[in-house]
């Protein structure tokens, strides 16, 4: 253990210096790990020393102030610690009568991050992998509650006859919400789509009349922070409309939802309190490790009713507060507890202080890729991602992709693709917790390089 901790320690001092990408071809990966089991052991030192030895190499910098691509928070080293006690520590964290260390302090996890999201307070919350899995749950209980509201008992009697779900999406909802719907039974082909603006958030009233032609149970998924412009769908007029129709509202808040931690924010998200549940990632803005993410609901106890393998038989569950009572696992490991952590080493005012410089770096960012001639910004900035292209039409994708091929290849910053619009796009995503101006200005010179010699070329 206190030689993984040297190299860890080690390979995190050694992150900016790095090329971002890893070095390690897939087929010299396999070489080096796809081989056959050994008939016999090795001393556990020798293991640990030749997985870095063999490994290191093929490390991508995701931890890297500079990696900007997706959407991906940099496991802030106070997370790390804390997750290395989670390991040491073996908790099989089910209920907390018997794990009361690590079970409540998940769920002050639980309770804090409801708290400053601005959510309801009697809202139950379980922390899962992230946020695929946080709306696949919220959707299996927006599901049954929907069929127990029509008479139907889809706990005890499947879906098979149940009274048909009409679901509304977003006409750019992130792909995981169609994995959700698809893992949830609901399929993902028989959505209605909402129409959506430039920003890629819902029309509100191209929405108000795709619900008023349906019957029967509804269930409405809202984005907050669209993937490639960070835009927000506009809750406080969707909701209640949908509410009048007796709708779910779930929102996919992977990323978005933390702007609601910043008082002068929080506006984007106006009304986003009054839906019905919520997933939201901790692995990305709030630069948990991988992997924790967390769902929450309105009422506790549609959660614990849906998730709980005991829910069903046992009365009572409003007294007590155990982690796989809001989540698919039994067993499981404290995958809340660095998130712990970092709330404490954070606080309040740390959170904000993050969530405030992104969204201002974003801007910055903006406006210097903007002033390059021939870059475009496609995105009103609202949150934490620019979306950008170079040149026009055709011969733009062709030149945005060579662009981005030589930032990326060049290693010191890493901003990922994208197709919006049918086009090709650079996406800039700020959520690394070290993040600051200069990282943004590196980004900038490499983008405008790149830029500068692909045109050099003949793609102008
Ligand atoms: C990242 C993301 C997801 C999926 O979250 P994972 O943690 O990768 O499972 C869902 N929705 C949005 C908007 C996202 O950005």
Sequence with gaps: MARALDHAARYRDSVPDRHILGQLG???????????????????AQVIDRMVADGDAGLVQFASPRFFGFVTGGSDPTGVAADILVSAWGQNTANTGQTATVGTMERAVCDWVISLLGLPDEAGAGIVTGGTVA???AVMVARNALLRAHGWDADAQGLFGAPEIQVIVGDEAHSSVFGALRYAGLGAER????????????????FARLIAGLQGPILVILQAGHINSGGFDPFATIIPVAHDHDAWVHVDGAFGLWLAAV????????????????????????????????????KRADLVQAMSAKASYLPGFSETWDPSDSVMELS????????????????????????RRHCRLACYGAEKLARIDGVQVMNDITANQVAIRVGKGASGDEATRAVLAKVQENGRVFPSHGVWKGRQIIRVSISNHKTQAGDIDLLVAEIADAWQSVRGGNNA
């Design 135 to 137: 709306n696949t749950t």
């Design 26 to 44: 897939l087929a010299e990966a396999r070489a080096r790990f796809l081989t056959p089991l050994p008939d016999q052991g090795q001393p556990a």
């Design 191 to 206: 959505v209605h789509r909402a129409p959506v603006d430039g920003n890629g958030t819902i029309d509100a009233e191209g």
């Design 332 to 355: 499981r490991r404290a995958r809340g507890v660095p998130s712990y952590a970092i709330l404490r080493s954070l606080g309040r005012d740390g959170v904000r202080e993050m969530v």
């Design 263 to 298: 008082p002068e924010l929080a506006d984007r998200l106006a009304g986003v309190d009054q839906a019905d549940s919520w997933g939201v990632d901790l692995h990305k803005w709030l630069n948990a490790p991988y992997d924790a993410g967390m769902v929450i609901v309105r």
